[in-house]
T-cell receptor
Framework: EPEVTQTPSHQVTQMGQEVILRCVPI?????FYWYRQILGQKVEFLVS????????KSEIFDDQFSVERPDGSNFTLKIRSTKLEDSAMYFC?????????????FGSGTRLTVV | SQKIEQNSEALNIQEGKTATLTCNYT??????LQWYRQDPGRGPVFLLL?????KEKRKERLKVTFDTTLKQSLFHITASQPADSATYLC????????????FGSGTRLQVQP
């Protein structure tokens, strides 16, 4: 069964450093997303991406965050200057263009720890 | 303010019984609602989607209902098994074009053998 692949599975970074989280969405999906989950809290929407541009973003997704599809397979989330409160599990997801009855396919996540 | 609430943080049932999980929302008019399963340290896994004009959806032992008047969705697992133990999340979106799911906090289901 096709899956969304995320790397690395765990990243530790110092406060103020830049991090790039990587994702390979399902190949025939056209919508891509980033969500995050702080430990013990809800899954929160960050950004959706379609046709090489951001289609929707939340208040969390401020100027410190950016997304990119650098080639035909990868989808990245960059945090420019990490803060302690950015520590969370970051999930990439993708979905089919029509939505249908298939929901979103999530990756296993990258656990980001900012120290 | 907009809220999504899922009943009880935890639900314990005996194997073989039906588990019923509730998702209530306020100040939303969702275009559709989705249910996911999440195991510890893993990403959500999609289970079922139900649209605003649908009353009920089934998939194997799973059933979801959607009542837009009550602003509630019920998620049922029949003939529950210990392997069904997980956290179940409801998520909604107000617009099929917007594609920005809002998740509830989840209900942790424990099925006792």
């Amino acid at each position: 069964e096709p899956e969304v692949t995320q790397t690395p599975s765990h990243q530790v970074t110092q406060m103020g450093q830049e991090v790039i989280l990587r994702c390979v969405p399902i190949s025939n999906h056209l919508y891509f997303y980033w969500y995050r989950q702080i430990l013990g809290q809800k899954v929160e929407f960050l950004v959706s991406f379609y046709n090489n541009e951001i289609s929707e973003k939340s208040e969390i997704f401020d100027d410190q965050f950016s997304v990119e599809r650098p080639d035909g397979s990868n989808f990245t989330l960059k945090i420019r200057s990490t803060k302690l409160e950015d520590s969370a599990m970051y999930f990439c997801a993708s979905s089919e263009p029509s939505g249908g009855n298939y929901g979103y396919t999530f990756g296993s996540g990258t656990r980001l720890t900012v120290v | 303010s907009q809220k999504i609430e899922q009943n009880s943080e935890a639900l314990n049932i005996q194997e073989g019984k039906t588990a019923t999980l509730t998702c209530n929302y306020t100040n939303y008019s969702p275009a559709y609602l989705q249910w996911y399963r999440q195991d510890p340290g893993r990403g959500p896994v999609f289970l079922l989607l139900i649209r605003e004009n649908e009353k009920e959806k089934r998939k194997e032992r799973l059933k979801v209902t959607f009542d837009t008047t009550l602003k509630q969705s019920l998620f049922h697992i029949t003939a529950s098994q210990p392997a069904d133990s997980a956290t179940y999340l409801c998520a909604l979106d107000i617009d099929t074009g917007r594609r920005a799911l809002t998740f509830g906090s989840g209900t942790r289901l424990q099925v006792q053998p």
